[in-house]
């Protein structure tokens, strides 16, 4: 069984025209899948072409990232809807036989306090944009029922609570990257979310990390690269890639979870396959 990558972003690697490079490395390094995530419009087309491209390999979700809102989120967010199709019922891999490919989740979306501006009161606007984006994309995940991944930096409660107030299904729920300690997993396990781990799952400093991954629990766990950042030991400082990720799996399989790579594998991937619809 190989890994799947439940988060990355292939924008950079097409842009840089090494993706076919980055694939195949990954291929070797036992990724078998991978979840590119879509952050605004510029990157959703591109990359439903890719998993038309490369079926089976490269899945995709469109979403609108919280650092990408600006004051026009709404004509930004119009065409979202309509990458599942007209009906919106029965998510699944196609909009109909031959048809354009649906996305698996929508997202990322979320709140994201860390970079926002400087000035007070220009914060406090971008802020409310990013809460109204946020609002609107998980009224649509709801409507459709697909799974939401969620970007929450500086914001966990204010994340948790807009989406415990959305009606969204928590089962279908993931906090990507996941840097939060026990106190937080255990509110996304007592509401049935998910927490994905990245590279950071690695980084000396990251105990509380990997004290919120193990309580999590085995059976529950999905990894990710988040590429082309938060590179894993010992290739840190150092652009990320899809491959990079069975460092991570290693690490958690021998580190965290004292299983064999082959058995993370074996349960990482049906956890995302059984999350994500694959």
């Known amino acids: 069984m190989g890994l799947i990558d439940t988060h990355t972003h292939l924008e950079s690697f097409l842009r840089n025209g090494t993706l076919p490079a980055a694939l195949a490395r990954a291929q070797k390094a036992g990724v078998e ?23 089976s390999v490269v899945h995709y979700s469109v979403g609108l990232h919280p650092c990408a809102v600006e004051s026009t989120w709404e004509a930004t967010l119009a065409p979202l809807a309509g990458f599942w199709g007209d009906g919106l019922a029965g998510v699944g891999a196609r909009a109909s036989a031959g048809g354009p490919l649906r996305p698996v989740a929508l997202g990322e979306c979320g709140l994201d306090r860390f970079h926002l501006p400087k000035d007070p009161v220009e914060a406090a606007k971008v802020f409310s944009w990013q809460r109204d984006a946020f609002h609107a994309q998980l009224l649509i995940a709801k409507r459709i029922g697909c799974p939401v991944v969620v970007h929450s930096r500086g914001a966990f409660a204010e994340c948790v609570d807009m989406i415990d107030a959305s009606g969204v299904d928590w089962a279908r729920v993931v906090f990507h990257c996941f840097t939060e300690g026990e106190a937080e997993m255990a509110e996304l396990s007592r509401r049935g979310g998910f927490g994905s781990f990245t590279g950071v799952l690695t980084y000396k400093s990251a105990g509380a990390v990997r004290a919120a991954a193990k309580s999590q629990g085995l059976a529950r766990l999905m990894i990710e690269t988040d590429a082309p950042y938060l590179t894993p030991v010992p290739h ?26 082959d058995e993370l594998a074996l349960i990482t991937s049906a956890n995302a396959r059984r999350f994500f619809g694959l």
């Open 33 to 55: 899948a991978m979840i590119t995530i879509g952050t605004s419009p510029e990157d959703w087309v591109e990359y439903r072409r890719l998993a038309g491209d490369f079926p």
């Open 236 to 261: 840190r400082g150092q652009p990320n890639e899809p491959a990079f990720l069975r460092y991570t799996a290693d690490f958690a399989a021998n580190e965290v979870f004292s299983v064999t790579p």
